[in-house]
Structure formats: structure tokens, C-alpha cells
């Protein structure tokens, strides 16, 4: 079984490696041009895998452009039960009550 890892680990490493070299849009490269880095994963693929994966891609945050800021809520995901605007939206869907002033403890007010 431990002989079957140390082949298939590093070959899924390299697949993966390749796959995302050639994905990759060429502004998020560095260091060197894309088929070169492409090369050098198939070449070396170990080596070459490790190198992609740590120096020829451009990295973002996961969370890169959603604000964490509670002032900035257009950008932020937000549970449905907690977004305003969404617990707005049900109540503009509900036909308008006609007391909607009207105290619901008021003795004098209708039952139907």
C-alpha cells in the first residue's frame, strides 16, 4: 500500500500542478512564461509541482475583495435571516394589513 502512495501522491501532485499551470491566466504568472513553468512540471514533476505550487502563481486570499467591515455590507455574504434588505423584501411581499397601526392588546379591536 505504501508503495502504491509514493507513486500515486506525487503523480495526482503533478496532474494537479499541470492542470493548474495551464489554467492559469498569464498575468497571474511570476517568475517565468507559462509554458516553461508547464515544462518544468512535466520534467520534473516532483520538483517542478513544488515549485509551481509555492513560486509561479500569483496567490490571492481566500476572502480577497469581501470586506470584513461591518459598514460595507453590499460585498459581505450574509445569512438570509440576518441580511436587512432580505427581511425587507418578505414584507413587501405580504398584502398590507388594514390595522396595521392598531394595538393588538386594544380591548375595542375586532376579532375576526
Known amino acids: 500500500?505504501?508503495?502504491?502512495?509514493?507513486?500515486?501522491?506525487?503523480?495526482a501532485l503533478s496532474v494537479y500542478a499541470f492542470i493548474d499551470c495551464i489554467s492559469t491566466k498569464d498575468d497571474d504568472i511570476r517568475h517565468m512564461p507559462k509554458p516553461l513553468?508547464?515544462?518544468?512540471?512535466l520534467v520534473f514533476p516532483l520538483v517542478g509541482s513544488i515549485s509551481?505550487?509555492?513560486?509561479?502563481?500569483?496567490?490571492r486570499p481566500a476572502?480577497?475583495?469581501?470586506?470584513?467591515a461591518r459598514g460595507n455590507r453590499s460585498r459581505q455574504w450574509v445569512a438570509p435571516d440576518d441580511n436587512p434588505d432580505f427581511?425587507?423584501?418578505?414584507?413587501?411581499?405580504?398584502?398590507?394589513d388594514r390595522d396595521r397601526g392598531?394595538?393588538?392588546?386594544?380591548?375595542k379591536r375586532d376579532e375576526s
Open 87 to 96: 427581511l425587507k423584501s418578505l414584507n413587501e411581499d405580504k398584502p398590507q
Open 37 to 41: 513553468w508547464a515544462l518544468l512540471v
Open 52 to 59: 509551481w505550487l509555492i513560486a509561479g502563481k500569483k496567490r
Open 63 to 68: 476572502a480577497e475583495g469581501w470586506s470584513g
Open 1 to 11: 500500500m505504501l508503495r502504491v502512495l509514493m507513486f500515486l501522491v506525487p503523480l
Open 102 to 107: 392598531a394595538d393588538p392588546d386594544d380591548p
